[in-house]
Antibody, heavy 120, light 110 residues
Framework: QVQLQESGPGLVKPSETLSLTCTVS????????WSWIRQPPGKGLEWIGY???????NYNPSLRSRVTISKDSSKRQVSLKLTSVTAADTAVYYC??????????????WGQGSLVTVSS | QSVLTQPPSASGTPGQRVTISCSGS????????VNWYQQLPGTAPKVLIY???ERPSGVPDRFSGSKSGTSASLAISGLQSEDEADYHC???????????FGGGTKLTVL
């Protein structure tokens, strides 16, 4: 059974860096595309970026200058870093697995989500 | 403001059939496949429909998806109280070069 578990600080100060880790069990992270998606309180979902088989990445242009997604296959972890955060980055952050053979927005497995609040 | 437009709310009574729309453009729905997610309160989204009209195993056949041109719809028949949730459409957008999500529709079972 595939399971994804996000972890990281729940509170980040403005201008600092948000760092989250997604630990995957039940699947090889080398065999799928993985994404980070976020949801501000009471709002809709926003795609942050993908990391592909070969470690290459594709980011939402609105966040590209501040985001880095990486993976460690040996630890079965996918990581997210978002720099220079503001209150607008307060959200529940999800990691998710792309369910299709190519990018399609079909995410078949999701983590439970990690609420990150940006506040001093 | 999402490029995929969903009604913010919908409602129905138990047993009724309800539909939720998702309106896009030629760079997303007009060209690519549509996916639908159900998000129960306080939980992560769960895929209900992928590839326009396919259901993952375990999803009841009360849920169905369709697409025509630059619009798509999710239909729920035999509405049940446990269907009360937020529903999101998601489509790859060629302009974004990434997936776009609709703003979500809150379904209330009266």
């Amino acid at each position: 059974q595939v399971q994804l578990q996000e972890s990281g600080p729940g509170l980040v100060k403005p201008s600092e860096t948000l760092s989250l880790t997604c630990t995957v069990s039940g699947a090889s992270i080398s065999s799928y595309y993985w994404s980070w998606i976020r949801q501000p309180p009471g709002k809709g979902l926003e795609w942050i970026g993908y990391i592909y088989y070969d470690g290459s990445t594709n980011y939402n242009p609105s966040l590209r200058s501040r985001v880095t997604i990486s993976k460690d296959s040996s630890k079965r972890q996918v990581s997210l870093k978002l720099t220079s955060v503001t209150a607008a980055d307060t959200a529940v952050y999800y990691c998710a697995r792309e369910g299709a053979e190519d990018e399609s927005g079909y995410f078949d497995y999701w983590g439970q989500g990690s609420l990150v609040t940006v506040s001093s | 403001q999402s490029v995929l437009t969903q009604p913010p709310s919908a409602s129905g009574t138990p047993g009724q059939r309800v539909t939720i729309s998702c309106s896009g453009s030629s760079s997303n729905i007009g060209t690519n496949t549509v996916n639908w997610y159900q998000q129960l309160p306080g939980t992560a989204p769960k895929v209900l429909i992928y590839n326009n009209n396919e259901r993952p195993s375990g999803v009841p056949d009360r849920f169905s998806g369709s697409k025509s041109g630059t619009s798509a719809s999710l239909a729920i028949s035999g509405l049940q109280s446990e269907d009360e949730a937020d529903y999101h459409c998601a489509v790859w957008d060629d302009s974004l070069n990434g997936p776009e999500f609709g703003g979500g529709t809150k379904l209330t079972v009266l």
